[in-house]
């Protein structure tokens, strides 16, 4: 229903509330008409309710449902809706309760067990939710919605391979539920199974080409796949419209840059800034940009901006104290950055590999040794952290070791310039020691 229609209702059904006590004294005896003008109070608000749920106004659609309880005999559909807009505003101990109440007068509601299922899930208590679930779910004909919510208690779980199944076997039947597509997706990829994932987003866009949550996962997914003409144009047409959200921009812009459309990237993301204002993440996104396209200076500027915005952005901090430490300025600086990055996630190897570059450039070997074969023990498997630690290595003397990281950085890339200079260099050393 469109926008304005319903408002529109909302208008006439107000009206209604107020005309009712007038006309049903008029139309009838005084007994009924008292009857007649609860009910159809009731029923109003109520209706009242529904409308203004559907136009995202939860508060006043619980004051409306609190009206219709006033009127009416309790009800599963009555507690349904309470239930689910109490859930909206983030009253899960109310809706709980709410819902509870409405399983008691109709054990037998699928819809009344699918909203209760969906305040545990948000109560953080999918183990409750499975329960809840796993025997209605197993009967032949049980609606799709409730299938979604245990794969969804699934994975909340960590039990990412059943859920997967659960999804999987009912995607099957119901090759028309962009609901169920989706959430088969997103076990897919958890399972590391991309390009079965990326199928089933697809699907669900065209089952469903307006849902946000599809469009946003299906960018990131073709980006990951290196996909980027296609996220071009999926997300082109949708950053236009009124609906778009923040990561399209992010996707569409990353997408332009890894084409090297970088001032497109710029722009797209300058359109993001201008509508949601500067943040961590839109900042970030265009500091990569400008480093991709070589203008590290501009880069450099960014996310002393982001800096200056969250002075405990871990992202900052590492890209100022690894450009500060490859330029040689302001060292002094960069080991404080480094130092507050790993302080911050000392279990991350890209941020223990920067202090590592730091201390090499200060000349501090050993320290520089410390922090370089953490990162790699914490699983830094990128060549760039091998060369380093090779020339940490080198630094303090341990030329066997070097030539060890090196090897191993170019068996993560072989062929790479960087790591082939290292590893010439050395032999000519040795071979001008001999």
Same mark, same amino acid.
């Given at each position: 229903?469109?926008?304005?229609? $319903? ?47 559907? %136009? ?5 659609? @619980? ?54 299922? %969906? ?26 919605? @409730?299938?979604?919510? !245990? ?48 199928? +089933? ?18 960018? +990131? ?15 082109? #047409?949708?950053?236009?419209? @009124? ?17 090297? $459309? ?44 982001? !800096?200056?915005?969250?002075? *405990?952005?871990?992202?900052?901090? #590492? ?9 040689? #300025?302001?060292? +002094? ?14 279990? #991350? ?21 410390? *922090? ?31 030539? *060890? ?5 170019? %068996? ?23």
């Amino acid at each position: 229903m469109h926008t304005t229609t $319903r408002k529109w209702l909302l208008w006439v059904l107000l009206l209604f509330v107020s005309a009712v006590p007038h006309m049903t004294a008029q139309a009838v005896s005084q007994e009924t008409a008292s009857a007649m003008r609860i009910s159809a109070q009731g029923y109003l608000h109520y209706s009242l309710g529904r409308l203004m749920e559907v %136009e995202s106004m939860p508060r006043e659609a @619980l004051v409306q449902y609190r009206r219709a309880a006033s009127y009416l005999h309790e009800s599963c559909e009555l507690g349904r809706a309470q239930a689910r807009v109490q859930m909206v505003l983030g009253q899960l101990d109310e809706a709980l309760r709410t819902i509870e109440k409405a399983g008691t007068l109709c054990p037998d509601d699928l819809e009344v067990l699918a909203v209760h299922a %969906e305040v545990l899930l948000a109560r953080a208590e999918p183990t409750a939710a499975e329960s809840l679930l796993i025997g209605v779910v197993s009967q032949t004909g049980s609606p799709s919605r @409730l299938t979604a919510l !245990l794969g969804q208690a699934q994975m909340s779980q960590g039990r990412i391979e059943d859920a997967a199944a659960t999804l999987s076997s009912r995607a099957l039947q119901d090759t028309l539920s962009p609901e169920m597509a989706f959430l088969h997706a997103r076990s897919l990829m958890a399972l590391g199974r991309g390009e079965e994932a990326l199928s +089933e987003l697809q699907r669900a866009y065209r089952l469903e080409p307006s849902n946000s949550a599809t469009v946003a996962l299906l960018g +990131e997914s073709l980006l990951r796949a290196g996909r980027y003409s296609d996220v071009v144009s999926l997300l082109e #047409n949708v950053t236009r419209s @009124l609906t778009a959200r923040q990561d399209e921009f992010l996707s569409l812009g990353r997408a332009y840059a890894a084409m090297g $459309r970088y001032e497109e990237a710029l722009a797209i993301l300058a359109e993001a800034e201008q509508t949601w204002g500067e943040s961590e993440r839109l900042l970030a996104a265009r500091g990569s940009v400008e480093i991709a396209s070589g203008a590290e200076d501009r880069a450099l500027e960014t996310f002393e901006r982001i !800096l200056a915005l969250e002075p *405990e952005s871990v992202v900052a901090l #590492n890209f100022i104290a690894y450009h500060s430490s490859e330029t040689g #300025n302001n060292l +002094e600086t960069a080991l404080e950055y480094a130092i507050r990055a790993v302080e911050l996630v000392p279990l #991350n190897p890209r941020v223990r590999d920067t202090l590592g570059w730091v201390y090499f450039a200060h000349g501090q070997g050993l320290k520089a040794v410390r *922090e370089l074969e953490a990162a790699v023990e914490l699983g830094g498997s990128e060549p760039l952290i091998h060369e380093h630690l090779g020339d940490a290595y080198l630094q303090v003397g341990r030329v066997s070791d070097a030539t *060890e990281s090196w090897l191993k950085a170019l %068996e993560l890339e072989p062929g790479r310039t960087s790591t082939l200079e290292r590893l010439g260099r050395a032999n000519g050393d040795q071979g001008s020691s001999e």
